[in-house]
């Protein structure tokens, strides 16, 4: 059983920057894809980007396509969220979440383990 654990969220100003990071422990981080999320209040949770196991590829969401980075580090068994050029609808919990039946792909839906997530706000 993996537990993932996000950290990094808090308060910004609309074009500022955060970084999320995800620590996982329980599992080989390294045999999966990982996945970012966000869910607003009052919304349904949306895909932000997924990063396959070796690090080598990734996927990202129009919304946040330019603005955001996602990155691994394996032999911390954690994955980063670097997210720039924040607006104010950007402002929702982030999940993040690993694929251990598909690590080598980048998928939008499916994953296995779920963190409890991160609130980021921004403000105008």
């Known amino acids: 059983q993996v537990q993932l654990v996000e950290s990094g969220g808090g308060l910004v100003q609309a074009g500022g920057s955060l970084r999320l990071s995800c620590a996982a422990s329980g599992g080989t981080f390294s045999s999966y894809a990982m996945g970012w999320f966000l869910q607003a209040p009052v919304k349904e949770r949306e895909f932000v980007g997924s990063?396959?196991?070796?690090?080598?590829?990734?996927l990202y969401a129009d919304s946040v396509k330019g603005r955001f980075t996602i990155s691994r580090d394996n032999g911390k068994s954690t994955v980063y969220l670097q997210m720039n050029s924040l607006k104010p609808e950007d402002t929702a919990a982030y999940f993040c979440?690993?694929?251990?039946?598909?690590?080598?792909?980048?998928?939008?839906?499916?994953?296995?383990?779920w963190g409890l997530g991160t609130q980021v706000v921004v403000s105008s």
């Open positions: 990063i396959n196991r070796s690090g080598g590829r990734t």
């Open positions: 979440a690993a694929d251990r039946v598909y690590p080598d792909s980048l998928r939008r839906e499916g994953y296995d383990y």
